[in-house]
């Protein structure tokens, strides 16, 4: 495994002051030796936030972008205006975007190349949800999100990551356990295997707490975490930084 990855996705939470003192308590709480520690702060945050970063090795990325890089889209941010912000990633495709926004597999395309020619490098996120797995269409969804999502991506010069986020996993306190990780990491790394020279890092999201991040980031495929709830106290997500490194 290259150097792990933790990503915090702190969603619509915290204000600019509460992001700037949440980072501060992990700059001076953790050490990202060893691992590429990464925040996504709303976006109203992210000029401050990029700001405290830059002379820092922890990174700034936005939890969404629109695919265009200009235009008449009231309301969107596009990749083109946030690199100059020290934003390097974009998370592209997260359940609650598909869920609550609507978002297209074609849309999560679009977002994904612009994100890669304005050299962000996208976090995809793909999952099933409950009835999905209980109905047994797990891999079925996995591979139908995957391959629409890098439709015509071929070139990704090592900027690509996977998060595994299964939705009934998301928020609820539940994570899925260590054999549905398993399977379905080594399902996404063949998938990314036949697509891809290099290995492209999977994440799994889902409830990651200090309690079961050490366990988790033992699975063979599992390169790190994206977390949302545990990433939102200052001694949570440093925990998860010292269980992962
Ligand atoms: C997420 O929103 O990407 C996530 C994994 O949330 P949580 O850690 O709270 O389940």
Redesign the pocket.
Known sequence: MKSPIVAA?W?MNLTIEEGLDLVKQVLDGSSSDGSEIIFFPPSIALSAIGGVLKNTDYKVGIQNIHHEKSGAYTGEISAEMVKFLYVQYAIIG?S?RRQYFFETDAQINGKIKSALSANLCPVVCVGESLPERQSGKTNEILKKQLMSALKDIDNISDRLVIAY?PVW????GKSADLNQVYDAHNFINEILQSRFKNHTPILY????KAENASELCQIKNVDGF?????SLQSESFCQIIKNVT
Do not use: R
């Not at 996993?169 to 609820?172: E, L, N, S, W």
């Open positions: 996705n969603k997260h609650e986020e996993a998301i928020g609820t999201g889902g409830s990651v994206l977390i949302g709830g545990a």
